[in-house]
């Protein structure tokens, strides 16, 4: 099929790409022209594993394309996927989806024959209907634009993978094409035996938002027992391993941490926490509010168990070395980064902070240039007092640990995502505290 994808950010370039990838011809429209013109010359801006090469390779072979000309894209393509942002609105609570309304204002004028627009992004339920009523308004195809939502559930990190072999695609449909129109550019993934659900607009709508909540809750509530036992000396990894083998449960999300990040957890659960109290479900807003709220104290506990860990030793004055900065492992990605808010934190108690990450330096130093970075993982520990452990990267977790005991001036890690295998670490010389977990 010939398809265009509209939003070339963290959703847009891995879901052009993997189209291409599915044997489509692509066209991916951005705004942004020095954007653009780095996507043709097969650049990518944003780091996801095995982007680069997807992209690099759709590119040269012509099935890949991009453009700042929507017209463009219009005349192109009979499937248009909607991949803009929704960020959360001025209130805190809602998304603010100027954007996609914004992309339909633009394509719509010039599409003078059957055509479907597929919304990606993560909207507030009711967004579908909406949409649909502004798309066939002004099309000139009319009610022949058919709309359906299609919302991705995309690990940041894992966008290529989760894109050519996701785990469920959902697709809110009104009509019999416009579901035709999503059961032919899936083929290969759906004949690849990837259920498919086929819902109400509404439906979909809300399916985004309960899976991400559901996480955000998980996440939470490991969190919540974690704290518990920290207070009374028990160990959480155990009591992860002892609910993860319950069936009804599971292990999945449930690693103890400072919380959760990025450009979509957060806001996809404060925006359900204020659906749920504008639908009147007053209960399940206030249970989704608790979620929330734990997560948004997990700074003030990470300072808590790195104070303990130093003992006499104030953070003040003392050289930190916080390894990560991204909000998780695989990514550049440093909205909402849990690693950053407790690294500024630490430097505002006083503490000489110094950041690395393996892939977030440069994305980090945007946002928080106040910090200090570094892209050499041993030199980073030279003279430390303290590090921090903030991000669960591989380069972290499979470090070996007597080969940078002698690196700071006290081996003390503090692994604020319950990452590491102390045992090794500890063997080498190390002192190694971990929420909820006895600590050497």
């Given at each position: 099929m010939r398809v265009s994808v509209i939003g070339c950010g963290h959703l847009g370039i891995p879901h052009a790409a993997a189209m291409a990838e599915l044997g489509h011809e692509v066209i991916g429209v951005d705004v942004d022209q020095a954007k653009v013109d780095r996507l043709n010359a097969g650049e990518c801006p944003i780091y996801e594993m095995g982007l680069p090469e997807l992209l690099a390779r759709h590119t040269q072979s012509g099935r890949l394309r991009f453009t700042t000309d929507i017209r463009e894209a219009a005349g192109f393509a009979e499937l248009h996927f909607i991949g803009v942002g929704t960020p959360i609105d001025a209130d805190g609570r809602s998304y603010d989806t100027a954007q996609v309304f914004g992309a339909v204002r633009q394509l719509a004028p010039h599409l003078d024959r059957a055509s479907t627009i597929v919304g990606k992004s993560t909207v507030t339920v009711g967004t579908t209907a909406k949409v649909t009523a502004l798309a066939q308004r002004l099309a000139p195809a009319g009610d022949e634009v058919d709309v359906v939502w299609n919302p991705e559930f995309l690990r940041e990190g894992h966008a290529v993978e989760d894109t050519l072999r996701p785990d469920r695609l959902i697709a809110g449909v009104t009509t019999l094409e416009g579901e035709k129109a999503i059961r032919a550019v899936y083929a290969g993934i759906i004949d690849?035996?990837?259920?498919?659900?086929?819902?109400?607009?509404?439906?979909?709508?809300?399916?985004?938002?309960?899976?991400?909540?559901?996480?955000?809750?998980?996440?939470?509530?490991?969190?919540?027992?974690?704290?518990?036992?920290?207070?009374?000396?028990?160990?959480?990894?155990?009591?992860?391993?002892?609910?993860?083998?319950?069936?009804?449960?599971?292990?999945?999300?449930?690693?103890?941490?400072i919380g959760y990040g990025g450009g979509c957890l957060p806001k996809d659960v404060r925006a359900f926490t204020a659906s749920a109290r504008q639908l009147g479900a007053a209960q399940a807003a206030a249970l989704l509010r608790a979620a929330e709220e734990i997560n948004e104290h997990r700074t003030d506990v990470a300072l808590g168990l790195i104070t303990r860990a130093l003992g006499d030793r104030p953070i003040n004055g003392a050289r930190i070395t916080v390894w990560g900065a991204a909000f998780k492992p695989g990514t550049n990605d440093v909205r909402e980064s849990p690693a950053l808010a407790l690294s500024q934190a630490l430097q505002q108690a006083g503490g000489v902070v110094t950041v690395h990450d393996p892939q977030a330096v440069t994305t980090a130093m945007v946002r928080n240039p106040e910090l200090d970075y570094t892209d050499d993982l041993a030199a980073s520990l030279d003279g430390a007092d303290l590090v921090v452990l903030a991000t669960e990267w591989p380069e972290y977790r499979h470090a070996l640990p007597h080969t940078l005991v002698d690196r700071?001036?006290?081996?003390?890690?503090?692994?604020?995502?319950?990452?590491?295998?102390p045992q090794p670490w500890h063997a080498a010389g190390w002192t190694v505290r971990q929420l909820g977990r006895p600590g050497k």
């Open positions: 690849a035996g990837v259920p498919i659900f086929v819902t109400d607009p509404q439906t979909a709508e809300l399916a985004k938002g309960a899976a991400n909540t559901f996480l955000g809750l998980k996440i939470s509530y490991i969190n919540a027992v974690a704290d518990m036992c920290e207070a009374a000396g028990g160990d959480v990894s155990q009591i992860v391993d002892i609910l993860g083998i319950d069936p009804r449960i599971g292990s999945g999300g449930m690693q103890p941490g700071p001036a006290n081996p003390l890690l503090v692994d604020c995502r319950t990452a590491l295998d």
